[in-house]
């Protein structure tokens, strides 16, 4: 039987095995990693209840928080495509990375609620623009209102084509515009598969996210220590 190659294995696999160990810890919060993954299948239904489909773009501007984790493997549940943004971009990169991607939704710490405010006046081709926490008046909705209307139902990974494409990235732009560089759910899992046979005591290592999930390095390593059960410490910025 052909099993199609996706990181939401990782995520199945810390839920069945681990999922009464602390699987991320955020700010004051953290999460075991069955509540992991059913908000993650929560916010997955919940964006295809908010008309989302499989190849659509969910832009992420945020420093490092437990949404962007749920929202890596709940955006791909739900077949669209993560995209996560450079938060040190200026508006203007921010407006054409965002144009040139066809990005459907923005998920957005209040941080950036200024930037945002531009954004929603030169991106008309976003539908909806989320904010991490309270409601603004930059935002259609919250994040919380998007999960709240999901249901934690695990995903059917046989039905997935492992070519898809999973994430989209932007380069920095150092040599000219920023490009985009997609990955597919089975670049991502090999990649993972690859790093966490690195990986030494698992049962007792803590993952100290330091680096930014925007980036290629950060935002590929969510595989490894999910995969092996890790507690996982984000920290915010860096």
């Not at 990181?7 to 509540?35: I, K, N, W």
């Not at 494409?165 to 380069?171: D, Q, R």
């Not at 698992?202 to 595989?223: A, C, K, R, Y």
């Amino acid at each position: 039987m052909f099993v199609p190659l996706t990181p939401l294995r990782c995520l199945h696999r810390a839920m069945d095995l681990y999922g009464s160990r602390t699987g991320v810890v955020s700010g004051d919060r953290q999460f075991t990693y069955t509540e992991l993954g059913r908000r993650a299948e929560k916010l997955a239904t919940g964006l295809r209840a908010a008309g989302f489909a499989a190849g659509d773009r969910v832009a992420d501007l945020s420093f490092n928080k437990r949404q962007l984790r749920e929202g890596y493997f709940g955006v791909i549940q739900a077949r669209a495509i993560v995209m996560p943004l450079n938060v040190r971009l200026s508006e203007s990169e921010l407006a054409a990375i965002l144009a040139h991607s066809g990005a459907k939704m923005v998920i957005f710490e209040e941080d950036f609620a200024d930037i945002v405010r531009g954004l929603r006046r030169n991106c008309r081709d976003v539908e909806r623009w989320v904010s991490i926490g309270e409601k603004r008046p930059e935002a259609d909705l919250t994040y919380e209102e998007i999960v709240d209307q999901g249901c934690p139902e695990r995903a059917d990974v046989l039905s997935y084509d492992e070519m898809a494409i999973a994430e989209l990235f932007y380069t920095s732009g150092s040599t000219g515009a920023p490009k985009g560089v997609t990955l597919s759910h089975r670049t991502l899992y090999l990649h993972g598969l690859s790093v966490a046979g690195e990986f030494r005591d698992p049962e007792t290592m803590v993952d100290l996210h330091t680096i930014p999930l925007f980036h290629s390095n950060g935002w590929g390593h969510p595989q490894p220590p999910t995969m092996l059960g890790n507690k996982q410490v984000l920290c915010r910025a860096s």
